[in-house]
């Protein structure tokens, strides 16, 4: 991930663990390409965002929270009103599960954690009351289990514009050959742009796309049966099928360890 100007005024100050910000966003707004000084934890208590990172793309609804190490360059996309709720850690806390970004599951208690913090401002360690806040963050955001929602975006433009086109309407899943006219290139030359600029040839691709969908409804709660529908498959059956090959257990076992792992 390419890194730019390095914005440090909501970085926590000195004697500050933690600091906040709470931002109510319209729809399609953009926060533009930046990065911060701290680590972070961006969460939408309500609305959906997308964020780019390179060329990676994270789709976060309001189940989900984005954490991303210091320096790293993001940009926000707002499809529909957001209310953003962002903690800033000072870096040397290592708050995050990791040293990359990476999507984690925001249980009910960690989602009242953020809600405190954002009511308190700041955390300082000096205050008994706010460390055990920032502690239990913290503890809850170590143990959060990560989901696999990343996409990497082709940066073609013909390429993009058929990327786009099937994350617009994953339950239609029109065939490439409609897309790649859309878009005013042969099958055979998006092909090749895809497996180029992202490892995988386009039907690859879109599964991936399908099953970050799929993980977003289903943790959303919907039946497993309209989750399938809902992305583009037929059958439920094809759907349990190619969602067991690639997190290892059915839809409904995924969840249950979900819940597990979360609650425990």
């Known amino acids: 991930m390419r890194h730019t100007k390095i914005l440090r005024e909501y970085d926590p100050r000195p004697g500050e663990s933690v600091s906040t910000l ?34 990676g793309l994270w789709v976060i609804p309001p189940q989900f929270g ?33 040293e990359t970004c990476a999507v984690l599951h925001i249980t009910p208690l960690l989602r009242e954690l953020v809600v405190e913090a954002v009511r308190l401002g700041r955390l300082r360690s000096s205050h008994n009351y706010e460390r055990a806040v920032r502690d239990m963050v913290m503890g809850q955001m170590k143990k959060a289990t990560p989901v696999p929602t990343f996409i990497r975006m082709p940066a073609e433009e013909r390429a993009l514009r058929v990327a786009r086109g099937a994350m617009e309407d994953a339950g239609r899943a029109r065939s490439l050959a409609v ?57 439920s059956s094809a759907f349990v099928e190619t969602f067991r090959r690639t997190f290892g257990s059915t839809p409904k076992a995924w969840m249950r360890r979900l819940a597990d ?3 425990g």
């Open 22 to 55: 709470a931002w109510e966003y319209p729809a399609q707004f953009e926060v533009p390409e930046h990065a911060h000084g701290s680590d972070q934890l961006i969460y939408a208590i309500s609305g959906m965002m997308e964020v780019r990172s390179g060329h």
């Open 66 to 98: 984005l954490w991303i190490p210091s320096g790293t360059s993001h940009r926000i996309r707002m499809p529909a009103a957001v209310s953003m709720r962002t903690l800033y850690f000072r870096p040397g806390l290592k708050a995050g599960p990791r």
């Open 179 to 235: 897309l790649s006219k859309e878009a005013g290139a042969s099958v055979r030359t998006i092909q090749r742009i895809f497996r180029r600029e992202t490892g995988i040839d386009f039907e690859s691709w879109r599964r991936q796309l399908r099953l970050a969908k799929a993980v977003e409804l289903l943790v959303a709660g919907r039946p497993v049966k309209e989750v399938a529908f809902s992305v583009g498959y037929r059958q």
């Open 261 to 263: 792992r979360d609650g």
